[in-house]
């Protein structure tokens, strides 16, 4: 049991206090008990001679007696009774009915006096003493700032294993070979490989970066010590540098052993950036650090794994081989990766029988294992409220509704005029999407305003991209401008709900001209470099690299792109009028149509023949000569007639 955590808390303060009250009782308080009358009483006693002894204390007004059958009694009087009640008492002496009377001036005892003359100071030194607990951790711990605060992972510890965690197969089998080399190094050690002394992990937010983490921990079976990034550097000059020497004297003490940094971008930014030359605490810090990596003993068995979502930032000494040897992308999970981590939080739920995983993976790409974890959160909250007992399809479907979109606002109240407008903005969207060869699936399309949106179009991928074409990105525009089109083509005005629609086009039409060279006008060129200034914001940090006649040239760029597309959305909306206002009945009725009622919807609209958006730029023209086909391809086809290419290796293909 640990006794100093008890006395760290409010138990040491009620001791100090009830002691000291217990001393103030004990000083005032009389050495014989004497029972409470009424004055009357105790005159009368006098008058009759059945006194044996009296005192007077006359500071107190009180009179205590002690009677001849042995009674002792007290009493108060008031002013002016003092002087008579002592002549009484001096007759009774006189008469020899009462031995002897005294009169007594209280004053206060010696140990009192000492206790409230030390009071003050004892109150100066329990303030003094509450403010030092509170600062890091209490004031028998002032000159402890410089100790490492990471958490030691001990075998009582909740044991997350790999078994966890799905979707990241790669990062898996790197970080398996960490955990062998902790319980076997004779075998690495026998071909002379070195194991790396750093791994770092890095990728978007929900990755799973920190569970892979705890997974080591729960099977390495060494010490595992656990830090943030934010816990070196706080209050006081030097603390930063001095906690981490004393992190990794413990890790080295208890080798083979395991350090984990979450958030390492705190401490490892790139040093000097900022506009006052960089944060001298942060760089002394992440100087100690460099130093303790690269000092390690080869034999040592101490590996520092690092966690963050910002590895651009980081200072190139952090990321050299001999420091971060191993860099570990922990990256979005694809229709798999997302299969087998729905598998993992749906482990001891109840599911109806109607419920398909695997088609909940398919709806949800681009979710991240934490999204996937609060889909199947989200459901089984949903389940206890509705008092279900089984998970089933329907209430999975509203909880990536939720999770994407926000929840559904079934209270808020909007007239059937702006109902409508909503209606032929989403129909806009929708058809138009529908219409064009490269654009995603329409999954959804619903009225009823969810999170901040007051209708939406769910539009899905049939599968897993890595790469967007042009055509794919203008046809983006085009959709996201379905909207606005239908407002201006029905009531011949756009409202305000087009607002987000017109920044996500602008922002892909302009990363189309600047970031992807997708413009023939500018060529392949990238306009504007990212100095990566960490402390700066995001537009100060992006240095403008072109002339004005470039900037006016990239206005006109975006400009035609986005009128382009709005172009696209016009003649398809125009073409499909019908459709249209078809649409816009349905969603007044049902509010809310599923994929199969779109598409019975909009059975009679053609899609648009694939265009390719490139057709050249000056002398450089695109091939009429089609890609070659892959044997697997040609056993899809079955063609005979295709051309087939003879291999530098000797082999041919297709």
Request: no cysteine; hydrophobic share 40%.
């Amino acid at each position: 049991m640990d006794v100093k955590r008890y006395f760290r808390g409010p138990l040491l303060w009620v001791l100090l206090f009830g002691l000291l009250a217990a001393l103030v009782v004990w000083g005032m308080s009389p050495g014989q008990t004497y029972e409470k009358v009424d004055t009357s009483t105790v005159v009368s006693a006098i008058e009759k001679g059945q006194v044996k002894s009296a005192k007077i204390i006359d500071k107190d007004q009180n009179i205590q007696i002690t009677t001849t059958d042995g009674k002792h009694q007290q009493a108060s009087w008031v002013g002016g009774q003092g002087s008579r009640l002592q002549m009484q008492l001096q007759e009774q002496v006189d008469a020899g009915k009462t031995q002897s009377y005294q009169v007594e001036v209280p004053k206060q005892s010696l140990l009192l006096s000492f206790l409230f003359s030390l009071l003050p100071l004892i109150i100066i030194v329990l303030i003094f003493l509450f403010i030092m607990n509170q600062m890091q951790g209490g004031g028998s711990r002032v000159m402890n700032f410089g100790k490492s605060k990471a958490k030691l992972i001990t075998k009582d510890t909740p044991k997350t294993t790999f078994a966890d965690v799905a979707g990241a197969d790669e990062a898996i089998e790197e970080l398996q070979e960490i955990r062998d080399f902790l319980q076997n190094p004779a075998k690495f050690q026998a071909i002379g490989a070195k194991i790396p002394k750093g791994v770092l992990l890095f990728g978007p937010p929900g990755t799973g970066k920190t569970l892979l983490a705890r997974a080591v921990a729960g099977e390495a079976g060494v010490p595992f010590y656990s830090i943030s990034g934010s816990d070196f550097v706080e209050m006081f000059v030097g603390v930063g540098a001095s906690r981490v020497r004393d992190l990794f004297e413990q890790a080295k003490a208890n080798a083979p052993s395991i350090i984990f940094i979450d958030e390492i971008d705190a401490v490892g930014r790139h040093r000097g950036a900022g506009l006052g030359g960089g944060h001298d605490e942060r760089e002394q810090t992440l100087n100690q650090l460099l130093v303790e990596m690269d000092g390690f003993d080869a034999k040592g068995g101490v590996i520092l794994i690092a966690a963050t979502n910002r590895p651009d930032i980081l200072d190139p000494a952090l990321l050299r081989p001999g420091r971060f040897d191993r860099q570990v992308t922990v990256d979005r999970p694809d229709l798999e990766g997302r299969k087998g981590i729905l598998r993992v939080h749906g482990r001891g739920k109840p599911f109806a029988p109607d419920v398909d995983l695997d088609v909940i993976a398919r709806r949800t790409p681009g979710f991240t294992g934490a999204d996937l974890a609060n889909v199947i959160n989200e459901a089984a909250l949903l389940t206890a409220r509705f008092d279900q007992k089984l998970i089933d399809m329907a209430t999975l479907e509203e909880s990536i509704d939720r999770v994407m979109a926000g929840p559904e606002r079934k209270t808020r109240v909007m007239s059937d005029a702006e109902k409508k407008i909503i209606a032929y903005h989403e129909g806009g969207h929708a058809l138009v999407a529908h219409a064009l060869p490269n654009a995603d699936p329409v999954h959804k399309v619903t009225i009823l305003p969810r999170g901040r949106a007051l209708g939406y179009t769910m539009t899905l991928p049939m599968e897993d991209k890595f790469l967007t074409t042009r055509s794919e990105m203008n046809d983006q525009l085009a959709m996201l401008l379905g909207g606005r089109t239908a407002e201006e083509l029905v009531f011949h005005e756009p409202t305000t709900g087009a607002s987000n629609d017109i920044e996500k086009a602008t922002s892909i039409a302009r990363n189309m001209v600047t970031e992807y060279g997708m413009s023939e006008r500018l060529g392949a060129r990238k306009f504007g470099t990212g100095q990566g200034e960490v402390f700066l914001g995001r537009d100060m940090g992006h240095e403008r690299d072109y002339s004005e006649d470039i900037a006016s040239a990239i206005d006109d760029e975006v400009r035609r792109l986005i009128e382009g597309a709005h172009d696209v959305a016009w003649e398809i909306l125009t073409e499909y009028r019908d459709v249209l206002d078809h649409l816009v009945l349905e969603l007044m009725e049902k509010e809310t149509l599923s994929k199969d009622q779109v598409l019975s919807v909009f059975a009679p609209i053609s899609k648009r023949p694939h265009q390719n958006s490139y057709t050249g730029y000056g002398k450089r023209l695109p091939s009429d000569r089609p890609p070659v086909m892959t044997p697997k391809e040609l056993s899809l086809n079955g063609s005979k007639d295709t051309k087939v290419v003879e291999l530098p290796s000797g082999e041919s293909d297709a």
